[in-house]
């Protein structure tokens, strides 16, 4: 799988959009992109995840590059309650296994 | 979404005794689980995969003598950490894949916290 680069730690002021970068420049034709997060002392959840499309749910939007090298989630109007760490992985398509990488500890302040 | 739970939440043991974990699917049957483990301010690190009906598969470093991994059935995985000694501290996470769902999404336990004295 390729390896995800993402900055350690990012800020944001409460009701702003949190917008969190994530470097693949290895990617293959057939990885998807997955967000997961994890708040303090409990398992990591979902959020999102891509192949080459941009796509939106509830909890958050993701915009990848048409190269597909890097990728952004954007946490739409972030609140204290979306302070924790992110992780942005690939994926191959038949694997289930998620190899986590050091991950973007975003802190929300009122 | 589906649900993944474990027992215990917490569990403090002494060294040399043996400690089991339980993941659950309350809401799907899996085939697969997956166990992570996680130091303080580190990330999770993936231990072994396991599969219903056969033996796990385990990530390179992973003593399998010592990390213990059960699928008896669709819906349980069990972690046994056995001759526990104080480095074996640390947060145990379960995940599965709900087969039901197409986007291959992992629900992931809420973790136990191991403390060995």
């Known amino acids: 799988d390729a390896k995800t680069t993402q900055p350690p730690s990012m800020d944001c002021a409460e009701g702003r959009a949190a917008n969190l970068p994530c470097n693949h420049s290895t990617i293959s034709g057939n990885e998807y992109v997955y967000w997961y997060r994890q708040i303090h002392s409990q398992g990591p959840q979902y959020i999102i995840h891509?192949?080459?499309n941009n796509e939106t749910n509830e909890m958050a939007s993701l915009i990848i590059t048409e190269d597909r090298k890097s990728s952004t989630l954007i946490l739409p109007h972030a609140t204290l309650r979306d302070t924790a760490v992110y992780y942005c992985i690939v994926r191959g398509y038949n694997t289930d296994k998620l190899i986590f990488g050091t991950g973007t500890r975003l802190q929300v302040f009122p | 979404g589906a649900v993944v739970s474990q027992h215990p939440s917490w569990v403090i043991c002494k060294s040399g005794t043996s400690v089991k974990i339980e993941c659950r699917s309350l809401d799907f049957q899996a085939t697969t689980m997956f166990w992570y483990r996680q130091f303080p301010k580190q990330s999770l690190m993936l231990m072994a995969t396991s599969n219903e009906g056969s033996k796990a598969t385990y990530e390179q470093g992973v003593e399998k003598d010592k990390f213990l991994i059960n699928h008896a059935s669709l819906t349980l995985s069990t972690l046994t950490v056995t001759s526990a000694h104080p480095e074996d501290s640390s947060f145990y996470i379960c995940s599965a894949r709900d087969p039901r769902q197409g986007a291959r999404e992992q629900y992931f336990g809420p973790g136990t916290r191991l403390t060995v004295t």
């Open positions: 891509g192949l080459k």
